[in-house]
């Protein structure tokens, strides 16, 4: 954590979404004796359901997100810089989607492959209408594929409602 005279504290969340991250987040912010004001975020992404989890958590708590400058959130990050009640985002800074990855063990039918994709896309849907972001951003998350990245731009995330605030 650091202090930032403008901001607050702020709480640095670094590196790729794991599995087990939202119980040892949620951990860490039981160990704290005050919470910080914003989570700045710099992560390529990772597990959508952490990201998803850390969202909603980053929601009830009432913490502020940020983007700074020269960080990125890609993949699944954008999903807790939507749980931000604030979502401030630097102009130099990167916000970028694209579809969702899903390991399937062996084979597996088609229909079963095509339900929980569409039951997965359905939940993120839903969470972004949760967190008042326009699902509409998911269009780009769709049409991008998993092994490339579609970076919102400014009037994308603040019609999008993903940034409240552009910085710089």
């Keep these: 954590m650091r ?5 607050g504290t702020i709480l640095l969340m670094y590196g790729k979404i794991a599995p087990g991250d939202a119980q040892r987040v949620n951990a860490y912010f039981d160990n ?14 990772g597990v959508v359901g ?21 960080t990125i959130c890609l993949s699944s990050c954008p999903y807790i810089l939507a749980g931000g009640t604030e979502r401030q985002v630097s102009l130099s800074g990167a916000v ?12 597996m039918p088609v229909f079963f492959a095509v339900k929980n994709i ?4 359905g939940e993120t849907m839903g969470y972004l209408i949760e967190m008042g ?18 970076l919102l731009v400014e ?3 603040l019609e999008s409602r993903m940034a409240t605030e552009i910085t710089d």
């Design 133 to 150: 972001i326009d699902p509409g951003v998911m269009v780009h998350s769709l049409k991008t594929p998993p092994d490339d990245i579609y």
């Design 50 to 70: 952490e990201a998803l989890e850390i969202g909603r958590m980053v929601r009830q708590l009432s913490l502020n997100t940020l983007i700074m400058p020269g």
């Design 118 to 121: 569409q039951l997965g896309q």
């Design 3 to 7: 202090d930032d005279p403008d901001i």
């Design 32 to 45: 704290l004796d005050m919470l910080p004001d914003s989570i700045a975020l710099n992560s390529t992404g």
């Design 96 to 107: 970028g989607l694209h579809q969702h990855y899903y390991d399937t063990p062996g084979y």
């Design 155 to 157: 009037s994308q995330l």
